[in-house]
């Protein structure tokens, strides 16, 4: 006689980047071994690898993991967390500014109490992925995935993430009369296309990515060193998760 198979309940969110509703169960023991693996090497790429399999095994739908943007990432996990060890999760901060601290650090750190299904991606009204660098010339935008991030490692400056992201982000050239999608184009012409751009068209590129959705959360709290009420903006999956 085969053991039993118990019931696992099954949850639904708006995936923020295409806000499409996916569904998911929560970790089971497996998933936990997974990320108490991952905690113990106390390696980035460890838990992003942890993370992306907990992801892959907890959604019901079919999608790739590697494909999607960060903030997607950043928001599923949390979901995951929530619904699978609680909605609570203590954290400690350490603002800026101590009046009793020379204007430093606090130097003692506060426990803050957060609900993750609280926490929400934010977005820009005015961003978009679609920039017009003149009336007739535009470029469509695709938001930075796991893919692209792990070609960080390789890059030894700022200034060759900024292009490698950027580059690795445009989808599609167009004019009014054709589009050159992704696969059309060879690297030697994106760079010479992207080199041929005014300081001012380059900056829309780079506001894109600083307008981007992204995973925050405002905490109010009392400050233990001083007594202040304080307001911090938590943002990333690391801040949270630091104390997960």
């Given at each position: 006689?085969?053991?039993?198979?118990?019931?696992?309940?099954?949850?639904?969110?708006?995936?923020?980047?295409?806000?499409?509703?996916?569904?998911?169960?929560?970790?089971?023991?497996?998933?936990?071994?997974?990320?108490?693996?991952?905690?113990?090497?106390?390696?980035?790429?460890?838990?992003?690898?942890?993370?992306?399999?907990?992801?892959?095994?907890?959604?019901?739908?079919?999608?790739?993991?590697?494909?999607?943007?960060?903030?997607?990432?950043?928001?599923?996990?949390?979901?995951?967390?929530?619904?699978?060890?609680?909605?609570?999760?203590?954290?400690?901060?350490?603002?800026?500014?101590?009046?009793?601290?020379?204007?430093?650090?606090?130097?003692?750190?506060?426990?803050?109490?957060?609900?993750?299904?609280?926490?929400?991606?934010?977005?820009?009204?005015?961003?978009?992925?679609?920039?017009?660098?003149?009336?007739?010339?535009?470029?469509?935008?695709?938001?930075?995935?796991?893919d692209v991030m792990k070609k960080f490692k390789e890059k030894s400056s700022e200034t060759e993430i900024g292009m490698t992201l950027i580059k690795d982000?445009?989808?599609?050239?167009?004019?009014?009369?054709?589009?050159?999608?992704?696969?059309?184009?060879?690297?030697?012409?994106?760079?010479?296309?992207?080199?041929?751009?005014?300081?001012?068209?380059?900056?829309?590129?780079?506001?894109?990515?600083?307008?981007?959705?992204?995973?925050?959360?405002?905490?109010?709290?009392?400050?233990?060193?001083?007594?202040?009420?304080?307001?911090?903006?938590?943002?990333?999956?690391?801040s949270f998760f630091g104390s997960a």
């Amino acid at each position: 006689m085969s053991l039993p198979k118990l019931n696992v309940p099954v949850y639904e969110a708006i995936l923020p980047s295409t806000e499409s509703v996916i569904k998911y169960r929560p970790f089971l023991v497996k998933e936990e071994k997974i990320l108490m693996t991952a905690m113990e090497a106390e390696d980035n790429e460890t838990m992003q690898t942890a993370v992306r399999q907990i992801i892959a095994n907890c959604v019901q739908e079919k999608l790739d993991v590697d494909k999607l943007p960060t903030f997607d990432i950043e928001f599923l996990f949390l979901r995951l967390r929530a619904k699978s060890v609680g909605e609570e999760l203590t954290i400690g901060l350490q603002p800026w500014g101590c009046p009793q601290n020379d204007g430093e650090l606090c130097k003692f750190t506060t426990e803050v109490k957060i609900n993750l299904e609280e926490i929400k991606v934010e977005k820009t009204e005015s961003h978009s992925n679609k920039i017009m660098l003149t009336d007739g010339v535009g470029i469509m935008m695709s938001y930075p995935s796991l893919d692209v991030m792990k070609k960080f490692k390789e890059k030894s400056s700022e200034t060759e993430i900024g292009m490698t992201l950027i580059k690795d982000s445009i989808s599609m050239i167009f004019t009014e009369e054709e589009t050159h999608e992704k696969d059309s184009f060879s690297e030697t012409e994106l760079d010479e296309f992207i080199d041929s751009l005014t300081s001012d068209q380059f900056v829309k590129l780079r506001e894109f990515f600083d307008t981007m959705p992204s995973l925050k959360h405002t905490a109010k709290y009392t400050c233990k060193t001083c007594g202040e009420e304080k307001e911090t903006t938590i943002q990333g999956l690391d801040s949270f998760f630091g104390s997960a």
